[in-house]
């Protein structure tokens, strides 16, 4: 299953990350490691942020992908299953709402 994740990374310790050089660095070790289907960064209630799309196999998954933000950079994570249009046609929207109405 798709999952979205919403990343925040607070001013520090990534500032002191960027002067030391150490940042690109490791960004790219999490990256690497986590492959997510794409990933943009941007600016994320005034701190430096990203998105990441990531398959994940079940629940189990989630700390590999958030503990190597959490303890780099004590960031934020926030998961959000993600569905394609497919997934949601499988939904059978029509019957669900003849059942709820």
């Known amino acids: 299953m798709k999952m979205l994740v919403k990343i925040i990374c607070p001013i520090e310790p990534f500032n002191s990350m960027v002067k030391d050089g150490s940042a690109g660095e490791v960004l790219g ?23 990441m ?30 569905m394609t249009p497919d997934d949601l046609m499988k939904a059978d929207l029509e019957n669900l709402g003849k059942k709820w109405s």
């Open 29 to 51: 070790r999490i990256i690497e490691e986590t492959k997510p289907e794409s990933i943009h960064f941007t600016e994320i209630e005034g701190c430096r942020g990203a998105i």
């Open 53 to 82: 799309v990531v398959e994940v196999g079940g629940a189990g998954d989630i700390p590999a992908i958030a503990e190597p933000w959490f303890l780099n950079f004590e960031a934020i994570c926030e998961f959000r299953i993600a």
